[in-house]
Nanobody, 119 residues
Framework: QVQLVESGGGLVQAGGSLRLSCAAS????????MAWYRQAPGKQRELVAT???????NHADSVKGRFTISRDNAKNTVYLQMNSLKPEDTAVYYC?????????????WGQGTQVTVSS
């Protein structure tokens, strides 16, 4: 059974930093694209950043220059370094990964971790 487990969320003041982690576990053959999404109260879930298995990254315009996605393929883990946080970054952050486990290839979601930025 494949699982994604996030950690690192919390409460921080505006201008502060947080680092989110998401570790995949289970009988994994390979992990392709990994991503972070977020969902603020009353809003749709939005894509924050993606990273391929080769390390190519993409970041949403709203976080460019402040957030950085990275991954450790040996640990099946994706990270999101968040700097210069703003109150509008407050949301539940979810990781997502395209995982091949045996003959099954599908996207998996983590359970989410709350990030709250106070002004």
């Amino acid at each position: 059974q494949v699982q994604l487990v996030e950690s690192g969320g919390g409460l921080v003041q505006a201008g502060g930093s947080l680092r989110l982690s998401c570790a995949a576990s289970g009988t994994i053959s390979s992990i392709n694209v990994m991503a972070w999404y977020r969902q603020a109260p009353g809003k749709q879930r939005e894509l924050v950043a993606t990273i391929t298995s080769g390390g190519t990254t993409n970041h949403a315009d709203s976080v460019k220059g402040r957030f950085t996605i990275s991954r450790d393929n040996a640990k099946n883990t994706v990270y999101l370094q968040m700097n210069s946080l703003k109150p509008e970054d407050t949301a539940v952050y979810y990781c997502n990964a395209a995982i091949v486990a045996g003959v099954v290839s599908r996207y998996y979601w983590g359970q989410g971790t709350q990030v709250t930025v106070s002004s």
